[in-house]
């Protein structure tokens, strides 16, 4: 399974930014999909999930504020990621089963 992330980039507090992941090696629509974060001298944290059903769950600090979402046909997971806030800088990435995206860097200025 690989997992490829992209979408990161450096953005202005209320701004947004749409990741998204690749998914290939797997039965993509069989699994669901998660999207973790980690930020600088922290751990990684767990931000949302979606499930093969299309059930979405939320960490409470971006509730409102982010959207996953998936699109089977193509293999493609997406988090996408309005009015941020400094505190959602990190590196982020995507997760299926035991698999790992490389990361995208998020980052939100001040």
């Known amino acids: 399974v690989q997992l490829q992330a992209f979408g990161g980039g450096l953005v202005q507090t209320g701004g947004s930014l749409r990741l998204s992941c690749k998914a290939s090696?797997?039965?993509?629509?069989?699994?669901?999909m998660d999207w973790y974060r980690q930020a600088p001298g922290n751990q990684r944290e767990w931000v949302a999930t979606?499930?093969?059903?299309?059930?979405?769950t939320y960490l409470d600090s971006v509730r409102g504020r982010f959207t996953i979402s998936r699109y089977n046909i193509r293999r493609t997971l997406h988090l996408q990621m309005d009015s941020l806030r400094p505190d959602d800088t990190a590196v982020y990435y995507c997760?299926?089963?035991?698999?790992w995206g490389q990361g995208t860097l998020v980052t939100v200025s001040s």
């Open positions: 997760h299926i089963l035991s698999f």
């Open positions: 090696g797997t039965n993509f629509r069989l699994f669901g």
């Open positions: 979606i499930s093969s059903s299309g059930t979405t």
